[in-house]
T-cell receptor, first 108, second 112 residues
Framework: QKEVEQNSGPLSVPEGAIASLNCTYS??????FFWYRQYSGKSPELIMS????GDKEDGRFTAQLNKASQYVSLLIRDSQPSDSATYLC????????FGPGTRLSVLP | SQTIHQWPATLVQPVGSPLSLECTVE??????LYWYRQAAGRGLQLLFY??????ISSEVPQNLSASRPQDRQFILSSKKLLLSDSGFYLC???????????FGEGSWLTVV
């Protein structure tokens, strides 16, 4: 059974701090990993994808992938209240498998 | 650019009534199509996926069914809704190479 695990949170950080979201996965065969943001009552939207070991930066977001340890993380720098949402980690296998999501709350 | 549309956005249905949710994708050909359900406070559960017209794979046995009558059209149906069918239903698509998945706006279903 392919699984993606995340801490459900809530993770609370003050405005301007770095938020660190983590995800572990069981399918070593996966090559592609994704982070989605889901605001309450809305559909998930893609934030970042990562395919290779190491870091990938896009604006305030940095995704990190470590295939040997089977984890993916998302760092959000200079967190803003508008970043408050649930963040879903996903891996591509035969089908996309999503984690349960981590709820992030950025406090003004 | 590619877009995905899903409707209706919200519906309230009595137990035992039928259901039809529709999804269309524009701007791409032969997409992979998916139906997910997200119960309140829960993660995304894959219900059905399709790699082509008439090709449907079911991930979870239940009283729901899916059909793909046209290349870019995906329909989720039920003949008789149960209370447990309530949730947020999401249609999604990915390109034929399955690189990235994109979601529609979602449909809120409340079964009463």
């Amino acid at each position: 059974q392919k699984e993606v695990e995340q801490n459900s949170g809530p993770l609370s950080v003050p405005e301007g701090a770095i938020a660190s979201l983590n995800c572990t996965y069981s399918d070593r065969g996966s090559q592609s990993f994704f982070w989605y943001r889901q605001y309450s009552g809305k559909s998930p939207e893609l934030i970042m994808s990562i395919y290779s070991n190491g870091d990938k930066e896009d604006g305030r977001f940095t995704a990190q992938l470590n295939k040997a340890s089977q984890y993916v993380s998302l760092l959000i720098r200079d967190s803003q209240p508008s970043d408050s949402a649930t963040y879903l980690c996903a891996q591509e296998g035969q089908n996309f498998v999503f984690g349960p999501g981590t709820r992030l709350s950025v406090l003004p | 650019s590619q877009t995905i549309h899903q409707w209706p956005a919200t519906l309230v249905q009595p137990v035992g009534s039928p259901l039809s949710l529709e999804c269309t994708v524009e701007g791409t050909s032969n997409p992979n199509l998916y139906w997910y359900r997200q119960a309140a406070g829960r993660g995304l559960q894959l219900l059905f996926y399709s790699v082509g017209i008439g090709q449907i794979s079911s991930e979870v046995p239940q009283n729901l069914s899916a059909s793909r009558p046209q290349d870019r059209q995906f329909i989720l149906s039920s003949k008789k809704l149960l209370l447990s069918d309530s949730g947020f239903y999401l249609c999604a698509w990915s390109a034929e190479g399955r690189n990235t998945i994109y979601f529609g706006e979602g449909s809120w279903l409340t079964v009463v």
